[in-house]
């Protein structure tokens, strides 16, 4: 064993100072010695936390790592057993599979530690794959003519395609008739999903790809005895771990969005019960609406509960009037929607009810159990085997504590803690502003003095600008003024298509952008599309039932707010500022306008000890001489309107 360990060290260490360089990639000392800490607790079946700086390479750190752990079971005689990888976007998933896997194959073919590629699988849920049956019957009913073509092409290409990811232009319509049913019944020996999930059982894939929420429901079935989701696994990896507890809040308890609605109002549409359809759609307009806007912070729970009244006697009076007389799929999906509706209605003691962001730029209703780490513990953490939790937003400087008590490890004695800082050289390519005279929120013309510096700011940068708020309000209240000055660069504003504005504010170089909610870290603008990163407030946690039922467990506000508040906002800061500078070579400006920020006031080292060692200026000036140092002359040319 001691012999088999040491060789695959060894191999770890021949590839990232060999092999890797060999095919252009920089050799990191903190990504080599991050693999073998991966190494080491998969092997002890320890639990590590490893929050990993941007740049630093913790995908091959863990892939590397992974792959030594399989040679090393192999070389002991060990039965084969894959390791579960598991992340929060499929982004993620996919460049795992097309681009960092086929690498490394390569490199471990060349080096003779393999002789044939590394195998890997995505695994989804049932909702995201076609079920033949229903396609057939989908397929029969549907009115192809009154499809436009793109919609048809797609609809058409579920017959050779299993996963409808992979399809662009399919109508969430469409999808929800063709899926895999949740109990799926079909019976048929060449069902092309119980092959995948057969060749997924059967075939030895080194690496097993899935979501947190997939992750989260085969736990769950483990722990009460059910047949398991996933193969028997050997080592978990968790990567983006920081969604890790926000998925768990929503896989515990229950969700309640726009469409969960509109859907019900279609099925009885197709069904011909169209007064039914009607009534639901007329009574259930104004929640419809609200759940359908992105989440505004400042809207209260209680006005959204107040408007799930009129829809809830709607839905109850259907399910009396029509309910044996609907399809089986359409009794199924009344009773969800009643039972979910009823349960924000009822407002069970036993659960916390709050209103949040979802990644379709709307608004989710969440009901979600009290006491959620408690059941992480007993469905994840108590499980046997080495897992890796990984992200670069789970500590603040090297401490973890808030991160381990919202997922459940404050008092897990298996956890080792590591941090790997970002190679990235912020001290030369990044410059930190605040201002001398911060805009006053307490004043009047608070709006007016913050668009103002931030125009200010623009100029001297040339544009090339994300402002990050942490509410629709304050971005409306600012976009309403600096639209009223005639910028001279374009101007974008992220609502709820946030992938379309993101994709326009790409295609013109030099444009500003004006963001909030997702934006703070769900999308990457490497290069100069942003060369300026604006903050006008330090992102606090709003209060909602959950941080109230968190402040119980502590004896006074001033600890709750150091422990939970404070470290939250830390979490949520670094998150934003990883925007600007995604790559070695990005230079920017980072501007931070909060009065609470600023040197001198109440959260300044707070805020510094959340973000890498950097310059620092409280003169705009500073900020326009430091992109003229640091941008070619052709970045100056872009934007301009």
């Known amino acids: ?95 795992i599979m097309e681009e960092y896997i086929p690498l490394l194959s390569i490199v471990m073919m060349e080096g003779m530690w393999i002789t044939a590629p590394i195998q890997a699988v995505i695994r989804k849920g049932k909702s995201h794959y076609v079920c033949d049956v229903r396609l057939e019957i989908h397929l029969r009913k549907v ?18 395609r299993l996963d409808m990811d992979e399809v662009p232009n399919l109508s969430r319509y469409d999808r929800e008739r063709v899926c895999v049913p949740t109990v799926c019944s079909c019976g048929k020996e060449d069902c092309r999903y119980r092959r995948f999930l057969k060749d997924c059982f059967e075939k030895q894939y080194q690496f097993q790809i899935c979501n947190h929420n997939l992750l989260l429901a085969d736990a769950t079935h483990r722990n009460q005895d059910r047949r398991p989701i996933l193969l028997e696994h050997s080592a978990l990896v968790i990567d983006e771990a920081h969604k890790l507890p926000e ?85 199924n999906r009344l009773e969800s929607l009643i039972t979910a509706v009823s349960l924000f209605c009822d407002r069970s003691p036993d659960m916390v009810f709050y209103a949040a962001a979802n990644d379709r730029g709307s608004t989710d209703l969440c009901a979600t159990i009290s ?90 940068v040339h544009g090339h600008a994300l ?71 330090l992102p606090f946690p709003r209060p909602d039932a959950m941080k109230e039922q968190e402040r119980e467990h502590y004896p006074t506000l001033r600890s709750y707010i150091q422990a939970v508040v404070v470290p939250e906002m830390q979490i949520k800061l670094k998150q934003g500022f990883g925007r600007a500078i995604r790559t070695e070579t990005d230079t920017g400006v980072v501007a931070i306008l909060d009065e609470r920020a600023v040197p001198g006031h109440r959260y300044f080292q707070e805020v510094k000890a959340a973000l890498p060692e950097m310059r620092q200026t409280n003169h705009i000036s500073d900020a326009a001489h430091f992109i003229r140092s640091v941008k070619p002359e052709c970045y100056f040319r872009e934007g301009w309107s």
């Not at 229950?254 to 009885?268: K, R």
């Not at 639901?280 to 509960?305: H, T, V």
């Not at 006053?440 to 200010?456: E, F, G, P, V």
Request: hydrophobic share 45%.
């Open 467 to 537: 402002v990050l708020f942490t509410s629709y309000a304050a971005m409306s209240a600012v976009k309403e003024r600096l639209t009223a000055q005639n910028p001279a660069w374009p101007l974008f504003t992220m609502g709820r298509n946030a992938v379309h504005t993101t994709g326009q504010f790409k295609s013109k170089p030099g444009s500003v952008l004006l963001a909030t909610g997702s934006a703070w870290e769900g999308f990457d603008f490497p290069g100069d599309c942003v060369s300026l990163l604006i903050i006008p407030s």
């Open 1 to 95: 064993m001691k012999d088999n360990r040491q060789e695959a060290h060894n191999m770890i260490d021949w590839i990232f100072t060999k092999r890797f360089p060999a095919c252009g990639m920089a050799e990191r000392p903190e990504q080599i010695q991050l693999s073998h800490r991966m190494l080491d607790t998969i092997l002890d079946d320890r639990i590590a936390l490893c929050d990993a700086g941007t740049g630093i390479g913790k995908t091959y750190a863990y892939l590397v790592a992974g792959m030594a752990f399989i040679l090393l079971q192999a070389a002991m005689g060990l039965a084969f057993h894959p390791i579960i990888i598991s992340t929060s976007s499929i982004a993620l998933q996919r460049a």
């Open 247 to 331: 998925t768990a809040r929503h896989m515990f308890g229950v969700t309640l969005c726009a469409s969960d609605i509109h859907t019900m109002i279609q099925d009885l549409r197709a069904e011909q019960y169209l007064l039914a359809a009607e009534t639901l759609a007329e009574c259930s307009r104004s929640i419809s609406r609200k759940l359908s806007e992105p989440w505004d912070e400042e809207c209260s729970l209680e006005m959204f509960l107040r408007l799930l009244i009129l829809p809830n006697r709607s839905l109850r009076t259907i399910q009396r009037q029509l309910g044996a007389s609907l399809t089986l799929a359409s009794q």
């Open 143 to 160: 009115n192809l003519q009154k499809k436009n073509s793109e919609a048809v092409a797609a609809l058409l290409s579920l017959q050779s």
């Open 371 to 460: 006491d959620l780490t408690a059941q992480l513990r007993s469905v994840l953490w108590e499980q046997p085997g080495g897992m890796v939790l990984t992200s670069g937003t789970i500590a603040i400087g090297r401490n973890f504590q808030r991160y381990k008590a919202a997922a459940g490890l404050s008092a897990d004695d298996r956890v080792d803690e590591s941090v790997a800082l970002s190679p990235f050289d912020y001290k030369r390519n990044c410059l930190l502003y605040f201002p001398l005279h911060p805009p006053n929120r307490k004043k009047l013309n608070y709006y007016d003095s913050l668009a103002d510096i931030i125009t200010d700011l623009i100029e001297a």
